[in-house]
C-alpha cells in the first residue's frame, strides 16, 4: 500500500500551521503504511542562503563540531540537529562545494536533499514517532509532502523511506511499483545521474530531476513520466515552489483531492483530509488517470 | 432513532449493534454522523434497516449489504456495496473505483460521478450512476444491469458475459467483446423501471444506448477444436 499526503497552501496565514497540518494528515495514513516515515517540508527562503538535510547513524559523532570543520574548509555554516538528522544553513554559493567537502570531512553522512527551502526528515518507524522525533509540528511552510510505506520494492531503512530527493529543491512521494526502473536507472546513470539505492520510486524522482535539468518544467516532467514509467503510481511532488500530482492510467493506487481559496491538499484517502480548515466546503474529487495536476506559486503570483 | 457519532464511538460498536439485530426488531433506523471518510462503515447488514450516514465514508462502505437501504449523504470511497446481495445503497455525492463491485443483488444509485472499474464482475447487482463512470467499468459483468446517465471512461464491459449496460453519453471505447446492441422494447421498459426506482425523473429510457456481450470471448466456437 503505502500512505502518501500532501499540502500546499495558497493562504499565507496557514504557513506557521503547515507542520502541524502535515503531520496529523500523515498520521492518519499509518495503517496504510507502518515501515517507515518521511516529510519534505518548503519553507520559506532566505535570500543568499541555502539548506541541506543531513542524516547519520550516529549523529554524537557526526554532527559533533561540524560547524566548525565546515569552517576550516572554507564554509561558514549554522548547523540544526534534530536526531538523527541536522539541517545546515550555508551561503548559497557554498552549496555546489559542500557535497565535495562532507564527503571528506564526514564520510559517513548521507545528504536527505539539499536547495534554497526544503527540509527532508525520514526515517524507519511510525509516522507519530518520525514526527515527534525531529518535531516536524512546530515547522512552518508553504507546502510540503509526506509518505508512510509499505515496502515493496527495497529494503526497509532510512535511504528507502520517502520522500527521495534527486535534485535542489525537488523531492517525490510514491504509492506504487515501478516495473522499468533497473532499466531506466541504467538509462540516468549513463545521463549523469547518481543513486543511493536500488530503490524504484529513487528512479522517478531522478527521472523527474533529469527533465527538468533540461529546461522541462514540473508540469511537462510528469507528462513524460506518463510515457516513460512502467508501472503502478500515484506520486506527489514537490519543488521550491510547485507542487504536482499524477497518476499512472489504470489508477489503481487511490488517490483524493481537497482545494479551497486557502490551499490544495492531497491524500492517499479522503481521512487524511478531513482535519483540514474548511474541508467541509471544499472542492473534493479523485485525481484522474494519466493527468498531469500542478500548482505553482510563481505562477499564481 | 440510534445515532452513532464515528468521532467518538468505535466503528465496530456500529456495525455489531447493526449485526445483533434480528429479523422483526424494534430499532429499524439509524444514524452515523462524522464517518470522517471511515472504511467499512455499516457492512455486513442482514435485516431491512435503514441507515443514514451523514458525512463521507472510506472504503468498502456498506458492503456485503443484504437488505438494508444505506444512503450516503456525502462521497465514498473505493468498494462502496462491494459484493451487495439485495438491498439498497444510495450515494449522494461521487463514489471511487470499483463500485458495487461483484454485486449479486440489490440497487446501487449514485447521484456523483463514480470512477474506475465501477460495477466490475457484476453479478445480478443494478447500478444507477447520474454521472459518469470511469476505465474499465464492468469488466466481466455477468448479470444485472448497470444504468449511466452521464458518460462511460474507456474499455466499458471488457470481457462481458451477460450484464447489461445503458448508457446515456458518449462511451470513450469499448472493451473485448462489448458491442452495442439493439434497444428492445423489453430493455426500455427495464430501463424505465430501474430509473424510476433511482429516483430519476428527468431523463427518457429512448434517450440511452444498449451495450452487452459479443459472446465471442465466452462462448466455445467448435471451429476452434484443434487448439486444444
Same mark, same amino acid.
Given at each position: 500500500?503505502?500512505?502518501?499526503?500532501?499540502?500546499?497552501?495558497?493562504?499565507?496565514?496557514?504557513?506557521?500551521?503547515?507542520?502541524?497540518?502535515?503531520?496529523?494528515?500523515?498520521?492518519?495514513?499509518?495503517?496504510? #503504511?507502518?515501515? $517507515?516515515?518521511?516529510?519534505?517540508?518548503?519553507?520559506?527562503?532566505?535570500?543568499?542562503?541555502?539548506?541541506?538535510?543531513?542524516?547519520? @547513524?550516529?549523529?554524537?559523532?557526526?554532527? @559533533?563540531?561540524?560547524?566548525?570543520?565546515?569552517?576550516?574548509?572554507?564554509?561558514?555554516?549554522?548547523?540544526?540537529?534534530?536526531?538523527?538528522?541536522?539541517?545546515?544553513?550555508?551561503?548559497?554559493?557554498?552549496? $555546489?562545494?559542500?557535497?565535495?567537502?562532507?564527503?571528506?570531512?564526514?564520510?559517513?553522512?548521507?545528504?536527505? #536533499?539539499?536547495?534554497?527551502?526544503?527540509?527532508?526528515?525520514?526515517?524507519?518507524?511510525?509516522?507519530?514517532?518520525?514526527?515527534?522525533?525531529?518535531?516536524?509540528?512546530?515547522?512552518?511552510?508553504?507546502?510540503?509532502?509526506?509518505?508512510?510505506?509499505?515496502?515493496?520494492?527495497? @529494503?526497509?531503512?532510512?535511504?528507502?523511506?520517502?520522500?527521495?530527493?534527486?535534485?535542489?529543491?525537488?523531492?517525490?512521494?510514491?504509492?506504487?511499483?515501478?516495473?522499468?526502473?533497473?532499466?531506466?536507472?541504467?538509462?540516468?546513470?549513463?545521463? #549523469?545521474?547518481?543513486?543511493?539505492?536500488?530503490?524504484? $520510486?529513487?528512479?522517478?524522482?531522478?527521472?523527474?530531476?533529469?527533465?527538468?535539468?533540461?529546461?522541462?518544467?514540473?508540469?511537462?516532467?510528469?507528462?513524460?513520466?506518463?510515457?516513460?514509467?512502467?508501472?503502478?503510481?500515484?506520486?506527489?511532488?514537490?519543488?521550491? $515552489?510547485?507542487?504536482?500530482?499524477?497518476?499512472?492510467?489504470?489508477?489503481?493506487?487511490? @488517490?483524493?483531492?481537497?482545494?479551497?481559496?486557502?490551499?490544495?491538499?492531497?491524500?492517499?484517502?479522503?481521512?487524511?483530509?478531513?482535519?483540514?480548515?474548511?474541508?467541509?466546503?471544499?472542492?473534493?474529487?479523485?485525481?484522474?488517470?494519466?493527468?498531469?495536476?500542478?500548482?505553482?506559486?510563481?505562477?499564481?503570483? | 432513532?440510534?445515532?452513532?457519532?464515528?468521532?467518538?464511538?468505535?466503528?465496530?460498536?456500529?456495525?455489531?449493534?447493526?449485526?445483533?439485530?434480528?429479523?422483526?426488531?424494534?430499532?429499524?433506523? /439509524?444514524?452515523?454522523?462524522?464517518?470522517?471518510?471511515?472504511?467499512?462503515?455499516?457492512?455486513?447488514?442482514?435485516?431491512?434497516?435503514?441507515?443514514?450516514?451523514?458525512?463521507?465514508?472510506?472504503?468498502?462502505?456498506?458492503?456485503?449489504?443484504?437488505?438494508?437501504?444505506?444512503?450516503?449523504?456525502?462521497?465514498?470511497?473505493?468498494?462502496?456495496?462491494?459484493?451487495?446481495?439485495?438491498?439498497?445503497?444510495?450515494?449522494?455525492?461521487?463514489?471511487?473505483?470499483?463500485?458495487?463491485?461483484?454485486?449479486?443483488?440489490?440497487?446501487?444509485?449514485?447521484?456523483?460521478?463514480?470512477?474506475?472499474?465501477?460495477?466490475?464482475?457484476?453479478?445480478?447487482?443494478?447500478?444507477?450512476?447520474?454521472?459518469?463512470?470511469?476505465?474499465?467499468?464492468?469488466?466481466?459483468?455477468?448479470?444485472?444491469?448497470?444504468?449511466?446517465?452521464?458518460?462511460?471512461?474507456?474499455?466499458?464491459?471488457?470481457?462481458?458475459?451477460?450484464?447489461?449496460? /445503458?448508457?446515456?453519453?458518449?462511451?470513450?471505447?469499448?472493451?473485448?467483446?462489448?458491442?452495442?446492441?439493439?434497444?428492445?422494447?423489453?430493455?426500455?421498459?427495464?430501463?424505465?423501471?430501474?430509473?424510476?426506482?433511482?429516483?430519476?425523473?428527468?431523463?427518457?429510457?429512448?434517450? /440511452?444506448?444498449?451495450?452487452?456481450?459479443?459472446?465471442?470471448?465466452?462462448?466455445?466456437?467448435?471451429?476452434?477444436?484443434?487448439?486444444?
Amino acid at each position: 500500500m503505502c500512505g502518501i499526503v500532501g499540502l500546499f497552501l495558497k493562504d499565507k496565514s496557514l504557513e506557521p500551521q503547515l507542520g502541524q497540518l502535515l503531520s496529523d494528515m500523515l498520521i492518519t495514513m499509518t495503517d496504510r #503504511g507502518p515501515d $517507515s516515515a518521511g516529510i519534505a517540508i518548503y519553507g520559506v527562503p532566505a535570500t543568499g542562503k541555502a539548506k541541506v538535510t543531513l542524516q547519520s @547513524a550516529r549523529p554524537d559523532v557526526d554532527f @559533533a563540531g561540524l560547524d566548525d570543520d565546515l569552517a576550516a574548509a572554507g564554509i561558514d555554516s549554522a548547523v540544526l540537529v534534530k536526531s538523527t538528522h541536522a539541517v545546515v544553513e550555508i551561503d548559497a554559493d557554498a552549496l $555546489s562545494s559542500i557535497r565535495g567537502v562532507l564527503s571528506g570531512i564526514r564520510p559517513d553522512i548521507r545528504i536527505m #536533499g539539499s536547495g534554497d527551502s526544503v527540509e527532508i526528515y525520514k526515517e524507519t518507524g511510525l509516522p507519530k514517532d518520525v514526527v515527534a522525533r525531529f518535531d516536524v509540528r512546530s515547522m512552518g511552510g508553504t507546502h510540503g509532502i509526506g509518505h508512510t510505506r509499505m515496502a515493496t520494492e527495497s @529494503a526497509v531503512t532510512t535511504l528507502g523511506a520517502h520522500p527521495f530527493s534527486t535534485g535542489a529543491d525537488q523531492c517525490l512521494v510514491h504509492n506504487g511499483s515501478l516495473s522499468n526502473h533497473n532499466n531506466l536507472r541504467r538509462e540516468l546513470v549513463r545521463e #549523469g545521474m547518481t543513486f543511493e539505492t536500488q530503490n524504484d $520510486s529513487e528512479v522517478a524522482a531522478a527521472y523527474l530531476t533529469a527533465k527538468m535539468a533540461k529546461g522541462k518544467d514540473l508540469g511537462e516532467a510528469l507528462t513524460g513520466a506518463l510515457d516513460d514509467l512502467d508501472g503502478f503510481f500515484t506520486f506527489v511532488v514537490g519543488t521550491k $515552489s510547485g507542487f504536482g500530482v499524477v497518476r499512472d492510467p489504470i489508477a489503481c493506487k487511490p @488517490a483524493v483531492m481537497a482545494e479551497t481559496d486557502q490551499y490544495v491538499a492531497f491524500g492517499s484517502e479522503y481521512r487524511a483530509l478531513v482535519n483540514l480548515p474548511g474541508i467541509e466546503t471544499a472542492r473534493v474529487w479523485e485525481p484522474e488517470p494519466a493527468t498531469v495536476y500542478f500548482w505553482d506559486h510563481d505562477r499564481a503570483a | 432513532m440510534p445515532v452513532f457519532d464515528l468521532s467518538t464511538t468505535p466503528l465496530r460498536a456500529l456495525n455489531s449493534a447493526l449485526h445483533a439485530l434480528s429479523q422483526g426488531a424494534n430499532d429499524t433506523e /439509524f444514524e452515523v454522523i462524522n464517518p470522517r471518510g471511515s472504511h467499512s462503515v455499516a457492512v455486513g447488514i442482514d435485516t431491512p434497516i435503514t441507515v443514514e450516514v451523514r458525512g463521507s465514508v472510506g472504503y468498502y462502505c456498506a458492503g456485503m449489504n443484504d437488505g438494508g437501504t444505506v444512503t450516503v449523504h456525502g462521497s465514498a470511497g473505493p468498494g462502496v456495496a462491494e459484493n451487495m446481495m439485495s438491498g439498497t445503497v444510495i450515494i449522494e455525492g461521487d463514489a471511487s473505483q470499483y463500485a458495487g463491485a461483484t454485486g449479486r443483488g440489490g440497487l446501487l444509485v449514485i447521484k456523483g460521478n463514480a470512477a474506475s472499474r465501477c460495477a466490475i464482475s457484476m453479478k445480478g447487482i443494478d447500478i444507477v450512476v447520474h454521472g459518469n463512470i470511469g476505465h474499465m467499468s464492468a469488466f466481466m459483468g455477468q448479470s444485472g444491469h448497470l444504468v449511466v446517465l452521464g458518460d462511460a471512461g474507456e474499455a466499458l464491459g471488457d470481457s462481458l458475459y451477460e450484464a447489461k449496460l /445503458f448508457v446515456r453519453g458518449t462511451v470513450k471505447s469499448l472493451g473485448s467483446d462489448c458491442i452495442e446492441k439493439q434497444m428492445k422494447p423489453k430493455h426500455l421498459a427495464k430501463l424505465a423501471e430501474l430509473l424510476e426506482k433511482a429516483g430519476v425523473t428527468d431523463v427518457k429510457p429512448e434517450e /440511452f444506448k444498449r451495450y452487452g456481450s459479443a459472446r465471442t470471448l465466452y462462448n466455445f466456437n467448435i471451429d476452434n477444436a484443434d487448439a486444444y
